[in-house]
């Protein structure tokens, strides 16, 4: 028996939108150990978003902005409703930019990657995109 939920269990689910209207559909991600790694995920895959929408000088209402017009969105549930979602850390990503990759690595905890359906590989960062540290 498998150890990974699967949509008949009714295992967690990431649900992911993107905010800029070119997908009327959301994507739906399955396959979750438990609601912390998919939680874990959407947080990541959130503050991933938000980066990408950051623009040098930008205040933190400009990307938040940016990431409303640009971004994507993504939400933890398990069967219950219990989960995820960006509201409770939507505002502090756009004020405080991220201090590692590692707070931007939902790919390592992307269960399609075992699978080998990612859809996502456009998805992957170019070789520019690094993590400027905020000058103080």
Do not use: H
């Not at 902005?65 to 409703?81: K, Q, V």
């Amino acid at each position: 028996m498998p150890d990974t939920p699967d949509a008949a269990s009714g295992g967690p689910v990431v649900t992911i939108r993107d905010l800029s209207g070119a997908s009327d559909a959301p994507e739906e991600v399955r396959g979750f150990r438990s609601l912390a790694d998919a939680a874990t995920f959407a947080r990541r895959y959130v503050r991933d978003s938000v980066e990408r929408c950051r623009v040098p000088g930008a205040s933190a209402d400009d990307t938040l902005n940016n990431w409303f017009a640009f971004g994507e969105d993504a939400e933890a549930r398990d069967a219950t409703g219990q989960g995820w979602t960006s509201t409770d850390d939507i505002r502090n990503f756009a004020a405080k930019p991220a201090r590692s990759q590692a707070e931007r690595d939902w790919r390592s905890l992307d269960p399609r990657r075992d699978r080998g359906d990612d859809e996502d590989e456009e998805d992957e960062p170019p070789e520019d995109d690094v993590i400027r540290e905020p000058s103080e």
